[in-house]
């Protein structure tokens, strides 16, 4: 069975840093799309990014040029760099996985709380 379980979150005071890390398993990681979306209370899950398994990668515009999603092949990791936090970045961070053909996959979440 497919499993996501992401780390890496925590409390940072605004401008800080966090990195976040999905482990992935039950499932070819190298040709499947892998992501990173957010919820933050009371609103709904946005997209905040995705890289495939050619290495091409999407930002939302709210988190380009201060985050930065990878992947490590090897260890079937995804990765999310998050630098210069601010308040608004607060939200439950789940990692996705996508096949080529199927459904979305997701993580349990992992919490990230940036402090004003």
């Known amino acids: 069975q497919v499993q996501l379980v992401e780390s890496g979150g925590g409390l940072v005071q605004h401008g800080g840093s966090l990195r976040l890390s999905c482990a992935a398993s039950?499932?070819?990681?190298?040709?499947?799309?892998m992501g990173w979306y957010r919820q933050a209370p009371g609103k709904q899950r946005e997209l905040v990014a995705t890289i495939n398994s050619g290495g091409s990668i999407n930002y939302t515009d709210s988190v380009k040029g201060r985050f930065t999603i990878s992947r490590d092949n090897a260890k079937n990791t995804v990765y999310l760099q998050m630098n210069s936090l601010k308040p608004e970045d607060t939200g439950v961070y789940y990692c996705?996985?996508?096949?080529?053909?199927?459904?979305?996959?997701w993580g349990q979440g992992t919490q990230v709380t940036v402090s004003s």
């Open positions: 039950g499932f070819l990681f190298r040709v499947w799309t």
């Open positions: 996705s996985a996508d096949p080529v053909y199927g459904s979305t996959r």
